[in-house]
């Protein structure tokens, strides 16, 4: 049973540049939510996708942005790269059952801006 | 903004040792979980607590959820080289299913 499974592993942009990460969730799930963690730092919530949609947003601006396909796998993208933008970029699946069920994690995609 | 503040930052300690590490808030969670981060990997869940006043107890590591659901410790009996890591607490409040990390404890064992 494959948990949750992201790519790249590891990414290296500069400044301006976009990019694109993805993530397939764990069997069985249908909730995928975005998470940043800086280096040292405990994990930032950037948004959650359920049905297709965006359900809920953290404190990240309009440079990043998301999309959810029928399969339930998940791309965040972001735009107009800065330097503080170079961060472990982490997705956690969940199902959805009215309230709140553990989220799994995957292993992450390292970013780095150059 | 809710915040989740845990202390120590940073513990190193020899094995067989026994540590507490603490996640304070100011805010009421529904629920807290508990999660270990190893180099490379991302968080991986302990355990969930979602009563005031409850106490989990796995194997070594005993976890207790404050009366008033804002703050939370994690005990580690006999410290082995093994639970080295970054140990995460994370709330989640009423219907909201986002997960507010606290800023984390890094846990160095040593033989």
């Known amino acids: 049973d494959a948990g949750v499974t992201q790519s790249p592993t590891h990414l290296i942009k500069t400044r301006g540049q976009q990019v694109t990460l993805r993530c397939s969730p764990k069997?069985?799930?249908?909730?995928v939510s975005w998470y940043q963690q800086a280096l040292g730092q405990g994990p930032q919530f950037i948004f959650q996708?359920?049905?297709?949609?965006?359900?809920q947003r953290g404190n990240f601006p309009d440079r990043f942005s998301g999309h959810q396909f029928p399969n339930y796998s998940s791309e965040l993208n972001v735009n107009a790269l800065l330097l503080g933008d170079s961060a472990l970029y982490l997705c956690?699946?969940?199902?959805?059952?009215?309230?709140?069920?553990?989220?799994?994690f995957g292993d992450g995609t390292r970013l780095s801006i150059l | 903004t809710q915040l989740l503040e845990q202390s120590p930052q940073f513990l190193s300690i020899q094995e067989g040792e026994n540590l507490t590490v603490y996640c304070n808030s100011s805010?009421?969670?529904?629920?807290l979980q508990w999660y270990r981060q190893e180099p490379g990997e991302g968080p991986v869940l302990l355990v969930t607590?979602?009563?005031?006043?409850e106490v989990k107890k796995l194997k070594r590591l005993t976890f207790q959820f404050g009366d008033a659901r804002k703050d939370s410790s994690l005990h580690i009996t006999a410290a082995q080289t093994g639970d080295t890591g970054l140990y995460l607490c994370?709330?989640?409040?009423?219907?909201?299913?986002?997960?507010?990390f606290g800023t984390g404890t890094r846990l160095q064992v040593t033989l």
């Open positions: 956690a699946s969940s199902g959805w059952a009215g309230g709140w069920q553990p989220q799994h």
């Open positions: 069997s069985g799930h249908d909730t």
């Open positions: 996708y359920y049905e297709e949609e965006e359900r």
């Open positions: 805010s009421v969670f529904s629920s």
């Open positions: 607590v979602v009563t005031g006043g």
């Open positions: 994370a709330g989640v409040s009423g219907t909201a299913s986002k997960l507010t």
